[in-house]
Nanobody, 130 residues
Framework: QVQVAESGGGSVQAGGSLRLSCTAS????????LGWFRRAPGKEREFVVA????????VSADFVKGRFTISGDNAKKTVSLQMNNLQPEDTAVYYC???????????????????????WGQGTQVTVSS
């Protein structure tokens, strides 16, 4: 069993920054990577960014580039999501999730797929005001 916990959400004004943290515990050695997803009010869950332990590869959504950065520690099974220049459209509950399926090792694009993640955190709220 793997447990996932994330934290660091809060309320900021547009242009501000937040740093989210996530840790996988339990049988965390079985995980191949950690990813971030978000769900905005009235919208479907969407992929944000993920990191694969095996080679340090990262995959990110288009809106992440130039603003959000993921970093991690394989030994500790932790990742951080540094979010800069936040905008109101970034308002959402952000979820961290751990994947254990081998498919993500073969194809990094699978890191974008929420169904590839078995273990999820409870979510942390990010609110960005104008």
């Amino acid at each position: 069993q793997v447990q996932v916990a994330e934290s660091g959400g809060g309320s900021v004004q547009a242009g501000g920054s937040l740093r989210l943290s996530c840790t996988a515990s339990g049988r965390s050695s079985s995980t191949h990577g950690l990813g971030w997803f978000r769900r905005a009010p009235g919208k479907e869950r969407e992929f944000v960014v993920a990191l694969r332990w095996s080679d340090g590869s990262t995959v990110s959504a288009d809106f992440v580039k130039g603003r959000f950065t993921i970093s991690g520690d394989n030994a500790k099974k932790t990742v951080s999501l540094q979010m800069n220049n936040l905008q109101p459209e970034d308002t959402a509950v952000y979820y961290c999730a751990a994947t254990t399926v081998a498919s993500v090792l073969r194809e990094s694009a699978y890191l974008r797929v929420p169904e590839r993640y078995r273990y999820w955190g409870q979510g942390t709220q990010v609110t960005v005001s104008s």
